[in-house]
Structure formats: structure tokens, C-alpha cells
């Protein structure tokens, strides 16, 4: 029984006829438990459909809980008790606890629904698993992990060195050190609000100079995500 549902629930269970209507009924029911988001208002329509909704993902969980040593192909108790501290089982249980806050009233004592409201969005990165292409995506970044950590090292280095360098030379500029680091993530994405600029000379040569490093590390991920991503198509084809 165990085995036949972890083959419906299994990722890429496309071949599968029972997974892929799985999959649309698990997408459906995000979009419709997502759809509250973008009101402010409260309508009871969306409180019953949070309810099913809900229902779907708590049973969703479970399912992938007991199936855990199928996913992880282990036998044991170990793929049980390490499933829950998973990057998919954290977002799953994260997206189903604001839905739980919001049903039951008498978890309003703890003051957090509008944080719970915000973490709802992760309800959206359940989708991830249901899509083919996604997860492609995914196991190209899993591929790919070592060098994107390096890069992404690069890039804070990059970040805390020009946010000190220019925290010491534009002093008027820059209250503090936290304005520093978010001009330059700003000037590391290239996005340039212009809420924040040199004045000086030198804060002016070390942000031309900023922004050609910038690029070049931004460049870096993108690079080593399609590379991987066009392989994984080519073996996939």
C-alpha cells in the first residue's frame, strides 16, 4: 500500500497516469490556496477553501512522511525522523501552519497571523515538485551547488569590502553601516535605485570600479545554471 502511493507521489511521476492527476490536483489546490493573497478583505468562500486546501496538504505531508524510506531508499527508522528536517518538508510544513493559525482561533493568541500570512507565499514553492521542468531546474542547482556557493561567497565578499570601503569614504552618505551593505547588493544587481550615490571623488572612482566586478559576478550563476540546464535537456532528450 505504502509503495503504491510513494509511486503516485514519487517526483517526476509523469509516466505514472494516477501521479500526473496527483500533480494537477496538488497545483490546483496551491493556486486556490494562494488566491486569499492578493485581498485584503476576509470572504467566508476563501475560508472554506482554506480549509480544503489545507486538508489536501496535511494528508500530502503525511503521506510523503510514511513513504520516507522509499524516498530516501533506506530501511529503517532513520529516512522517518530525518524527513522532517528536509528543505521540502520544512517548506511544506511552513506553508500548512498559517492556514492552521488562520482556521483555529484560538491560535490568535500568539499575535503572528499576518507573519503567517507572509509565509503562506511559500505555499507557492510546493509547486516546484510537481513540475518536470522545475525540477530539472532543481537538480541542476543541486549539480551546480559547489560552485554557486562559491560564487555566492565571492559576491558577499564583494558586498562587505565595497560596503566598507565606502562607509569610509562617503561618511556624510552613509548613517550607517546597514545603508553601506544596501547600496552595495544594489549596485552588485545592477538595479541602481539612486536613492543613495557618491558625492566624492573617491567614493565615485570605487563605484565605477564596483560596478564592472558586479557584473562579472552576477554574470557567474547565470552562466553555471544554463550550462548545466542545456546538459540536463540534452541527457534528458
Excluded at 78 to 92: R, T
Aim: a positive charge.
Amino acid at each position: 500500500m505504502r509503495k503504491k502511493l510513494f509511486d503516485i507521489i514519487k517526483p517526476n511521476a509523469i509516466e505514472n497516469r494516477n501521479g500526473r492527476v496527483y500533480d494537477y490536483i496538488m497545483i490546483v489546490a496551491i493556486v486556490i490556496s494562494i488566491l486569499p493573497l492578493f485581498f485584503r478583505g476576509q470572504y467566508h468562500l476563501f475560508y472554506y477553501t482554506e480549509k480544503i486546501t489545507v486538508g489536501l496538504f496535511i494528508i500530502d505531508y503525511l503521506i510523503r512522511w510514511i513513504t520516507a524510506d522509499y524516498l530516501f531508499d533506506k530501511k529503517g527508522i532513520i529516512p522517518f525522523l530525518i524527513y522532517p528536517f528536509s528543505l521540502k518538508a520544512i517548506i511544506d510544513i511552513l506553508s500548512i501552519l498559517p492556514a492552521i493559525v488562520l482556521l483555529h482561533s484560538g491560535f490568535k493568541a500568539f499575535r503572528i497571523v499576518r507573519l503567517m500570512w507572509a509565509l503562506k507565499v511559500l505555499t507557492v514553492f510546493r509547486s516546484f515538485r510537481y513540475s518536470k521542468n522545475i525540477a530539472v531546474l532543481i537538480k541542476v542547482v543541486e549539480k551546480e551547488k559547489d560552485n554557486l556557493i562559491t560564487v555566492f561567497g565571492l559576491a558577499a565578499g564583494y558586498v562587505v569590502v565595497s560596503a566598507l570601503v565606502m562607509y569610509q569614504v562617503e561618511p556624510q552618505m552613509f548613517n550607517n553601516f546597514f545603508d553601506a551593505t544596501y547600496w552595495a547588493v544594489i549596485l552588485l544587481t545592477t538595479v541602481g535605485y539612486g536613492d543613495i550615490c557618491p558625492v566624492t571623488v573617491v567614493g565615485r572612482i570605487v563605484t565605477m570600479f564596483s560596478t564592472f566586478i558586479g557584473i562579472a559576478v552576477v554574470a557567474l550563476p547565470t552562466g553555471l545554471i544554463t550550462a548545466g540546464y542545456l546538459d540536463e535537456l540534452k541527457k534528458n532528450e
